[in-house]
């Protein structure tokens, strides 16, 4: 995995090492530890579950790291889950589910490379 | 001389009580004795007293008896004449009818009975004519008649006599009289008494002897008792109170009787109340018919043998006083003589004991008989006895050695006659050191002590003490080691040294001459600019070996001499890489090496570290693998953080590997050694100093790390070099900084401590780096409880500002702080928290600061805005 990759994939890189102390060790270091976050499948189970409060735990604490490490296809649409299961909102969050979790996937291919 | 002689003096003790109270027995019965022969001595002293007095008494008594009697004549004489002088008809007086005694006749008589009696020493004189008539002196001269008086019958028959009266007619008293016929005309006319009354009979009896009157009787030979001093007495008959007298024997009482029946004298001892006395009876003697009978006086007789057993009672309490005293005194001695023996006796055990801690055993030999006695310590065990000859002990302890040379000289040391022989000349200690084993490899100080010595000074007794040595010997011969050891390795260095010198003198000659050479050529072929050029090129070449090799001596002597200082700074880890890399590039693209090169995985690069040296190791070890890997091959240099260490330090590593020409196995452990170079073929092309590894080892080691080395022969080298290093802070250029915030000093925030509270991995993970960068020493917790705890954990003043995560399990961060607030600290109260949160509306910042919080920062945070936020608080309080 390179920094190229990750530009290419669609995070803000430069925002992300800055946050990194412009160090790539340590950036990419943390990049690879999002795909295995266990909020991820937290996340899946509490919306499957119909658990807001739960999801809402899950989708927040994702929304920070991958916010850090400015991984916008993840954070995006984290983001936008996070403040309507804050507000406990009763809507179809497929759509958001599924975004992300294609997300998560791609980063977890190219962490693999 | 220990319990031995204590004992002795214990039997010695009772048998000296013994003996005192035998002696005390015997001086008892001695005394009893005495007092027993004391009695029948006074006794019988009493009784030849009483005897004697007794007998003179009644020599005396009758003496005078006897004088009386020819008294009382002679005074019948004298009446006869005054009868006839004064014409008396004494047959006018003897006429049967009192009434017809002429008157005057009687009146003459009693006329001249008063002349008589006022001239004669008789008490009473009388007159007794035949018919019994009893003339006196008185106013009526015939005062009785005493015709029935059995003297009356004696007088008129003529005879002259003594008798006794128990009760006088005239006077009621007792007397005793003399009687004497008168005549006339040849005829009896009547007789003549003479009385003496009991006044007179006192006089004559009483005695005393020792200031105690003696009670004498005057008894007729029928045993009445005529007069007796003791006037109580009342019996008439003296044998009659016999019976009732307690004698001291059967045999007293018939004495007395048979005295009294044989007119004899006799001594018999009675008792009165008990107490013992004696008596006499004496017969006057002549023909007298009166004994007298005398007593000792009871008192008398007590008061001696008192006062005799007084005496001999004194003279034994004195004795007995006295022989206490010595007793006592000799009991007193004893007991002190014995206190000091055993203090002696102590104090020789003492030394004793102390000698044998010393010493392992004592022998004691005569040196006149040639034997030995072991004193203290058992012989060696099994070997020989307690008791025996020296030369058994000698050959005994001379068996042991195995090494005939150690024997010998052992045998000479211990030879009796070399020991006595310098005994002899005055020597009194004589020690040698001797290689025994007595028990393992042991050595042992031999102690030959004289003890005693005859009047010539020839030594009589002497002593044997071994001391074992072995500990002080073994010291020793450590001490020498550990010498000889530091001998060798100044030695060594001295080598070190010279060799040094004559290589380096050898390494810089070679340059010296080839700029000397090659200036030489240059100046004679001037003109040949070609060949100027070719000198010249060749005459840098050799400068700059020569500069490096002085170089490298220099540091190596300042190594050395540790005259080394670090010059640390704060470095970029990245930076230095970078130029190594660049550096080893160009190095090996001549000879076609081929250069990996990997730092990436060092997380903290900005360290702090003496940039120069470090480059200098580096570049060393880096330049050796160019060197020493021939064409073709590979090198490849690695730098990695291997581990982060607390206090914001980290372990660094750097290997460098190369499939170089390799170093062999016996090379290896001398490679860091100064001028050593391996000595083969290969190396010998390969321009060297020999200094290069000695000096980076030395640089390794100054900057506190480690350098190792694995190589193969043939094959290559890897060189390995770690190193721990502090982080150090810098600040990131900041692109994204909102630049209205005021600017502060970032140096104030280096060493603040900051706990940080936050359960997400990844951002802990970030919200450290920044927080480092910016010089905080950083906390985490994992969730609000363990934030708490960790507060009161490190306690008051610890943590200068805490950062609080407001989502998180178990506690969140509302409640944290709330719970921080509650402690009961003004530090807790004080104590700066900012919340960090990915919700940034003002509800929630309106939350926080109700829960306690003192600032509030959204998540992603901005580093600069965050700092800024942490510079406020820190510095508002």
Not at chain 2, 44 to 73: G, P, S
Not at chain 2, 291 to 300: D, G
Not at chain 2, 372 to 386: A, Q
Not at chain 2, 596 to 612: C, R
């Amino acid at each position: 995995m390179t920094i190229d990759m990750l530009t290419a994939y669609g995070a803000n890189t430069k925002e992300g090492l800055q946050r990194c102390m412009n160090n790539d060790g340590v950036y990419l270091r943390l990049v690879k530890m999002i795909p295995g976050d266990g909020h991820f499948q937290k996340l899946y189970d509490a919306v499957e579950a119909g658990d807001l409060a739960a999801a809402f735990e899950a989708a927040h604490a994702l929304k920070g790291s991958t916010g850090n490490l400015a991984l916008t296809p993840i954070f995006a649409p984290v983001s936008e889950l996070t403040e309507l299961l804050r507000a406990r909102t009763e809507t179809d969050y497929t759509p958001l589910v599924t975004a992300i979790r294609d997300a998560q996937k791609k980063l977890c291919d190219i962490c693999a490379d | 001389m220990s319990m031995k002689t204590a004992k002795k003096s214990d039997r010695n003790a009772i048998q000296n009580l013994i003996c005192a109270v035998l002696l005390i027995c015997g001086v008892v019965l001695s005394f009893v004795f005495f007092y027993r022969s004391n009695v029948k001595r006074i006794t019988h002293q009493n009784e030849t007293y009483i005897a004697d007095i007794a007998t003179q008494r009644a020599a005396l008594v009758n003496d005078l008896f006897a004088e009386n009697l020819a008294y009382i004549e002679s005074s019948a004489v004298v009446l006869e004449t005054a009868f006839q002088n004064e014409a008396v008809d004494s047959a006018k007086l003897n006429v049967e009818a009192e009434e017809q005694i002429d008157p005057v006749e009687v009146e003459k008589v009693g006329r001249l009975l008063r002349a008589c009696e006022e001239r004669f020493a008789f008490n009473y004189f009388r007159f007794i004519d035949l018919h019994g008539r009893d003339y006196t002196t008185g106013k009526t001269v015939i005062a009785a008649n005493v015709a029935e008086r059995e003297y009356f019958g004696q007088g008129i028959s003529g005879k002259t006599g003594m008798t006794y009266i128990l009760d006088s007619k005239v006077t009621s008293e007792r007397q005793i009289g003399f009687y004497s016929p008168v005549y006339q005309n040849g005829e009896i006319a009547g007789f003549v008494i003479g009385f003496y009354g009991e006044d007179f009979i006192n006089n004559l009896l009483e005695v005393s002897v020792f200031d105690h009157a003696c009670e004498v009787l005057l008894c007729a030979q029928d045993g009445t008792i005529i007069y007796s001093t003791d006037k109580t007495v009342e019996a008439r008959n003296y044998l009659d109170t016999l019976s009732e007298f307690s004698f001291s024997q059967d045999t007293d009482e018939r004495k007395v009787r048979d005295a009294f029946a044989k007119r004899n004298d006799t001594l018999f001892s009675y008792e009165v109340d008990g107490q013992k006395t004696v008596g006499i009876v004496s017969y006057l003697g002549g023909d007298s018919d009166f004994l007298m009978v005398s007593y000792f006086p009871v008192e008398a007789y007590q008061s001696m043998i008192r006062n005799a057993s007084i005496n001999g009672a004194v003279l034994l309490l004195s004795l007995i006083g006295l022989f206490l005293v010595a007793g006592i005194f000799f009991i007193v001695r004893f007991l002190l003589q014995k206190k000091k023996l055993l203090e002696e006796a102590k104090n020789s055990n003492d030394i004793h004991f102390a000698m044998s801690r010393l010493f392992e055993n004592f022998v004691i030999v005569n040196a006149e008989k040639r034997t030995y006695h072991y004193i203290e310590g058992m012989p060696d065990v099994g070997h020989i006895p307690n008791d025996g000859a020296y030369d058994l002990f000698a050959d005994d302890l001379l068996d042991r050695f195995p090494n005939d040379a150690e024997r010998t000289e052992a045998a000479e040391q211990i030879s009796f006659d070399r020991l006595t022989r310098q005994m002899n000349q005055g020597q009194n200690i004589i020690s040698c050191n001797l290689h025994a084993p007595i028990r393992d490899e042991e050595w042992f100080t031999y102690n030959f002590i004289v003890v005693s010595r005859n009047a010539e000074g020839r030594v009589t007794e002497f002593i044997i003490a071994r001391q074992d040595i072995t500990g002080l010997q073994k010291k020793e011969e450590e001490i020498r080691r550990i010498l000889e050891r530091a001998r060798d390795e100044a030695e060594k260095g001295n080598r070190a040294k010279s060799n040094f010198l004559s290589s380096m003198s050898h390494d810089i000659r070679t340059p010296m001459n080839a700029i000397i050479g090659y200036t030489n050529i240059a100046l004679d072929k001037i003109d040949d600019k070609e060949m100027v050029r070719d000198s010249l090129t060749k005459i840098v070449a050799s400068s700059h070996y020569l500069l490096s090799l002085i170089n490298d001596v220099l540091d190596m002597s300042k190594i050395e001499s540790g005259k080394i200082q670090l010059n640390v700074n704060k470095c970029d880890l990245n930076k230095i890489f970078e130029r190594i890399a660049d550096l080893t590039r160009s190095q090996a693209r001549k000879k076609s090496l081929a250069v990996s090169f990997n730092t990436d995985q060092v997380s903290h690069p900005f360290v702090i570290a003496d940039e120069l040296r470090l480059e200098q190791v580096l570049i060393n070890i880096a330049g050796n693998a160019v060197k020493y890997t021939p064409d073709g091959g590979s090198i490849s240099i690695d730098a990695k953080e291997a581990e982060e260490l607390p206090d914001g330090k980290s372990r660094y590593r750097f290997s460098v590997r190369d499939t170089g020409i390799g170093m062999s196995e016996d090379f290896l452990p001398h490679i860091f050694e100064s001028f050593s170079r391996e000595t083969n073929s290969t190396i010998n092309k390969i321009q060297g100093t020999g200094l290069g590894m000695a000096i980076t080892s030395r640089l390794v080691e100054l900057m506190g790390g480690e350098i190792s080395v694995s190589s193969k022969l043939g094959e290559g080298s890897e060189f390995v070099v770690t190193l721990t290093l502090p982080h150090w802070e810098k600040s990131t250029e900041n692109e994204l900084s909102g630049t209205d915030e005021a600017p502060f000093d970032k140096a104030a925030l280096v060493g603040k401590k900051i706990l940080l509270v936050e359960d997400n991995d990844i951002n802990a993970e970030i919200a450290t780096l920044v927080l480092s960068d910016f010089g905080f020493t950083v906390d985490r917790a994992c969730n609000g409880q363990e934030g708490v705890d960790r507060i009161t954990e490190k306690g008051s003043g610890y943590y200068d500002v805490v950062l609080m995560d407001i989502q998180m399990p178990v506690v969140n961060g509302y409640e944290a702080t709330k719970q921080i607030r509650g402690l009961d600290t003004e530090y807790a109260k004080r104590l700066p928290i900012i919340a960090m949160s990915a919700n940034a509306y003002e509800e929630d910042v309106r939350e926080s600061l109700a829960s306690g919080m003192n600032g509030h920062i959204a998540k992603p945070f901005d580093p600069q805005a965050l700092a800024a936020e942490l510079y406020r608080r820190i510095h508002a309080r």
